[in-house]
């Protein structure tokens, strides 16, 4: 079960030294991290972050992969200058520091980057993943805004996110086994919900042995046991958006 004390209680795992290929920019009121394939494409992807902010070298990491596969990939800053979760924070404070972050309060900044995306990239085809805090983000923007092709949610925190499961474009859902925040009866009443409520393509698959934020948080080389399943969901994750966009 999860950690009641520690309401999302997310270990950084391994930080990434990463310096990442891309680029900061403003966009609007708020500021992002953007890196373009080498070629023109019309296909981008919007990269929510995860409780620890716009600049974990991470999730850089990602948006980078997603640009060597061909998308313009940003990384906008959802929490708008305020300060992204410190594992020195005092986890009784979580649920407060939570209330001026909401997933579900995202859209303002949503338009501007898909503004921005539109007029500035050239981009016609837009997709959104998000991790942890990102990963129920992304659930609220599927529901909402049926301009994104595709929606890849990695270990969204389920109980950030709304009951209602009409998605509106294919989402796919990435889960670990072993995640202290998302216990598996959670995942399964989502899967309900989803049938129940789900029109368009949907996936929801569950890696074993996996801890929560093992697709970006987890390095190969410290982690070997977990790198195919580290693998196999960015592979999923990279086929998902490839099928759709």
Known sequence: MANEEKPCPCDI????????????????HIKAYINKPSHSTDKAVIVIHDIFGWQLPNTRYIADML???GYTAICPDFYKGQEPWKLSNDWSAFDDWLKTRDSKNINKET???????????????IGVIGFCWGG?????LMLKYSIFKAGVSLYGVIKFTEDSCNLMN???????EKDEVIPLDQVTAL?????????????????PG???GFVHRKREDINPQDRPYI???????????????
């Not at 129920?136 to 609220?140: Q, W």
């Not at 899967?191 to 890696?207: A, F, G, N, P, S």
Request: charged share 30%; glycine share 4%.
């Open 210 to 212: 996996q801890t929560h």
């Open 111 to 125: 338009d501007v980057v898909l503004q921005y995306l539109k007029e500035q990239c050239n981009a016609k085809k």
């Open 67 to 69: 640009a060597s596969h």
């Open 170 to 176: 294919p989402t796919f859902f990435i889960f670990a």
């Open 231 to 245: 693998e196999e969901a960015r592979k999923d994750m990279l086929n998902w958006l490839s099928r759709y966009i």
């Open 13 to 28: 795992g391994d930080k990434f030294e990463y310096e990442g290929h891309g680029q900061e920019i403003s966009v609007g």
């Open 136 to 140: 129920a983000a992304v659930h609220h």
């Open 191 to 207: 899967e309900q919900k989803l049938k129940q409520q789900c029109k368009v393509e949907h996936e929801v698959k569950i890696y």
